[in-house]
């Protein structure tokens, strides 16, 4: 699991798991360096790859801080 700060343990999905509030889908992944095929999910400080369908996690791809800028 990544260093986390304290309080933000429960806004951190796992795979498997489903995003169903409080999140943003990411329009262009490409421009971030994500897979153009793939669709991604800002919720809160970390970005998932999910099942466009279910909004089921596939993989969970890091901070937004890493990946977005």
Do not use: H
């Not at 999910?41 to 890091?62: C, H, M, S, W």
């Amino acid at each position: 699991m990544p260093c986390v700060p304290p309080g933000q343990v429960k806004n951190l999905y796992k795979k498997g798991d489903f995003i169903t509030r409080d999140y943003r889908w990411i329009n262009d992944p490409y421009r971030y360096g994500l897979n153009r095929g793939g669709s991604y999910i800002r919720a809160g400080d970390y970005v998932y790859r999910v099942d466009p369908e279910t909004q089921k996690v596939l993989n969970l791809f890091g901070a937004v801080t890493d990946i977005l800028y």
